[in-house]
């Protein structure tokens, strides 16, 4: 249905409802929440959960409502001193979903440009479409490496630009942006005067040599993050936003509109992760690996998939050569009970994402459930599935 505008100075536009309409959803998380569950479930991105019981905490100190008006003292400080910043430079959030719904909305203005990459998280563009901010993307290509390419981001940005958008980790393909890179997008960034977000949730699972977060590399930076994905506290929902102080405190403000306070609780059991983060980080790193050496030795054996392969990250993006990874991964889940994220949530709908680190049973019976899949077809067959 298409509605007629009248505007000052005589000017009627036609636009449908349909444009109208903020966009209010996330597909991928829909489907995550619905349909991504199976016996053998490699449609993952975290670790495995970190059971209470294990860490050191006493449960007798554990109280229900304090002091955290705007974050808790103690946590803000954990968080600081974890990346080496300035308190002030913290703001705490309901998860890195929070943080990066914030830190954009903090940022952007109807209208307002924001670049971001391509593939990318399904949610960040969701985010941008809810602000209604105009989306430009900037390619990240397998051919390499799903590597950025600062030529590439040069080539889109636009005097209107005020945000450029990266995950490092790259989600889904786990590649890593290196400082030099980062710091190209940072000089690209200031000469528009626009912002970088990093969205870092993943990369304290490069276990070995561990980068700094981007927040150090200089003011253009945002930062966003959480332990949800590699420590294997998600349930804790302990996420934050790096952020220059001015900028920091109008993403405070503009959380009052969406929580009142944090949960005292989850903060105070956030603090007790902190002080023993090794613990956590190390406890899924051995399931990480183990499940990394299957999955290296299941594709090197295997001509139908492919993968740009990384030593690090929680999730790997395998492409099916000469098929429709759709169709194949709903035979997958009917009818061998196994699930992996259908790349076309990621716009690539040739790929699917593996999701390592939570059980290398599972994900041992997972990968020879697909394995299964693909020759249980007859060679007719295969192209009718594929
Ligand atoms: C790149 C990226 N950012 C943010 C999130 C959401 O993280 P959280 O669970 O901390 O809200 C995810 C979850 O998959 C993600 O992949």
Redesign the pocket.
């Known amino acids: 249905m298409a509605v007629l505008l009248h505007l000052p100075a005589g000017l009627i536009i036609r636009v449908t409802l349909l444009e109208l309409m903020r966009h209010k959803h996330s597909a991928y998380m829909h489907w ?1 929440k619905t349909q991504s569950r199976a016996r053998f479930n490699l449609a993952t ?2 670790v495995t959960p970190f059971p209470l019981r294990e860490l050191p905490v006493n449960l007798e100190e554990l109280e229900i409502n304090g002091d955290d008006s705007y974050g808790y003292a103690p946590l803000q400080q954990a968080i600081a001193a974890h990346h080496g910043v300035d308190p002030e430079c913290v703001v705490e959030s ?7 719904h914030l830190a954009m909305a903090a940022v952007l203005e109807p209208g307002d440009e924001v670049l971001i990459e391509q593939p990318a ?1 399904g ?2 563009l969701d985010v941008a479409h809810y602000l209604r901010a105009n989306v430009r993307r900037f390619r990240r290509t397998e051919e390499n490496g799903w590597a950025i390419d600062p030529k590439e981001v040069l080539g889109c940005i636009t005097p209107k630009t005020r945000l450029i958008v990266i ?1 490092n980790l790259h ?1 889904p393909t786990s590649a890593l942006t290196p400082e030099s890179v980062l710091r190209e997008i940072g000089d690209i960034a200031r000469s528009i005067g626009a912002l970088v977000l990093v ?1 870092e ?2 990369l304290d699972a490069v276990y070995e040599d561990t980068p700094r977060t981007s927040f150090h590399l200089g003011p253009e930076f945002v930062v ?6 590699v420590y294997g506290v ?1 349930g804790l ?1 302990c ?1 934050w936003i790096l952020a220059q102080p001015d900028l920091a405190w109008k993403m405070c403000r503009l959380n009052d509109l969406y929580s009142a306070t944090p949960v005292y609780p989850g903060e105070l059991l956030s603090v007790a992760a902190f002080k023993h983060l090794d613990l956590l980080r190390e406890r899924a790193r051995r399931i990480v690996d183990a499940d990394r050496k299957l999955l290296r030795d299941f594709l090197t054996q295997q001509s139908t998939f492919s993968a740009v392969w990384t030593d690090w990250g929680t999730t790997s993006f395998v492409q099916l050569r000469n098929g429709n990874a759709d169709r194949f991964l709903e035979r997958l889940h009917a009818k061998f009970d196994t699930s992996a994220v259908p790349g076309r949530f990621f716009e690539m709908p040739d790929h699917f994402r593996i999701g390592m680190g939570v059980n290398t049973e599972m994900f041992a019976e997972g990968l020879n459930r697909i394995e299964r899949a693909l020759a249980s077809a007859t060679t007719r067959q295969v192209s009718i599935i594929l």
């Open positions: 995550s991105s975290g309901a998860g890195t979903s929070m943080a990066n998280y949610p960040i995950t989600n969205d949730v993943y966003t993050s959480s332990l949800t994905k998600s929902r996420g």
